[in-house]
């Protein structure tokens, strides 16, 4: 019942929207929605998306990141709040991204041999800090990566974490630990 209250708000509120939901037990969701369109010398346009941005958690908590039907894969990389691109120069010029996707073995080219899809305390399904990332994959690339992944958040109370995707950078979310 709280899933399909929650579910016709959202459709309600639409996409943007800058509520924040704090999840029953069983719904600390967030699902990774959009699409993305590009007419040479007209335009480029892409709504990738973490749906919701905003989540409001307990230290301890599980919370899960799936991605169900956008075409690409996508990162969930905790960085500092000063990192994160608030403008389409700083998503161009996304250093702190280079960084994470360097960490994780891709280069210009793609996955190289030194590929790691988790960094940091990902690679214990925890996300805690900076620098801790992971990749999440696409139905369109079966078996290459999960399609969902659940994460418990190991900050301490008091705590947010800001997260973004490194692949595409204006994709940006808070974990606020309470
Ligand atoms: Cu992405």
Redesign the pocket.
Same mark, same amino acid.
């Given at each position: 019942m709280r899933r399909f209250v929650v579910l016709v708000l959202s459709a309600l509120l639409g996409a943007g929207s800058s509520i924040v939901l704090v999840g029953a037990d069983s719904d600390r969701t967030i699902t990774i929605r959009g699409d993305e369109r590009f007419v040479a010398n007209t335009i480029i346009q892409a709504t990738?998306r973490f749906s919701p941005g905003p989540l409001v958690v307990k230290s301890g908590d599980a919370v899960t990141w799936t991605n169900p039907a956008t075409p690409?894969p @996508?990162?969930i990389s905790i960085v500092n709040q000063g990192d994160l691109p608030a403008s389409v120069e700083d998503v161009f010029m996304c250093s702190v991204c280079n960084d994470i996707l360097t960490a994780h073995g891709i280069g210009p080219g793609g996955p190289g041999p030194s590929f790691t899809p988790v960094l940091g305390n990902a690679a214990a399904h925890q996300l805690q800090a900076v620098g801790d990332s992971f990749l999440i994959g696409s139905s369109s690339m079966p078996g290459f990566l999960p399609t969902s992944v659940t994460e418990t958040i190991t900050a301490q109370s008091g705590s947010t974490l800001y997260y973004l995707?490194a692949? @595409?950078p204006w994709?940006q979310g808070t974990i606020s630990v309470n």
């Open positions: 990738f690409e @996508h990162s995707c692949i @595409h994709m």
